[in-house]
């Protein structure tokens, strides 16, 4: 099991950004995919965007690729989430999670959730 701890969340207005870590702790960082997945109010929790462990590809959700980026550093355990032109349809509580199964797109396919951070995005 890996332990995560989110950071980076706040209140900005539409155009703005925000840069999200998260930090794993245990020895398998570097040898699982990462996401970051988010839910707002009354709606389900949704993938937003995952690098994989072996060749750090990114994959996003479509209403975010051009303004996200998902990035990986194995040597500090932390993966992070730089948003850019933020709109307030992003406002959420931004999770990040470590990939089990399934495809990276699904929600269900990620489990050791960390406890959130909140991102909130006025117009």
């Known amino acids: 099991q890996v332990q995560l701890v989110e950071s980076g969340g706040g209140s900005v207005q539409a155009g703005g950004s925000l840069r999200l870590s998260c930090v794993a702790s245990?020895?398998?960082?570097?040898?699982?995919?990462m996401g970051w997945l988010r839910q707002a109010p009354g709606k389900e929790r949704e993938f937003v965007a995952a690098?994989?462990?072996?060749?750090?590809?990114?994959y996003y959700q479509g209403s975010v690729k051009g303004r996200f980026t998902i990035a990986r550093d194995n040597a500090k355990n932390t993966v992070y989430l730089q948003m850019n032109s933020l709109k307030p349809e992003d406002t959420a509580v931004y999770y990040c999670?470590?990939?089990?199964?399934?495809?990276?797109?699904?929600?269900?396919?990620?489990?050791?959730w960390g406890q959130g951070t909140q991102v909130t995005v006025s117009s």
């Open positions: 690098i994989d462990w072996r060749d750090f590809n990114p």
């Open positions: 245990g020895r398998s960082f570097a040898s699982h995919t």
């Open positions: 999670a470590v990939h089990y199964s399934g495809s990276y797109y699904y929600a269900g396919a990620y489990g050791d």
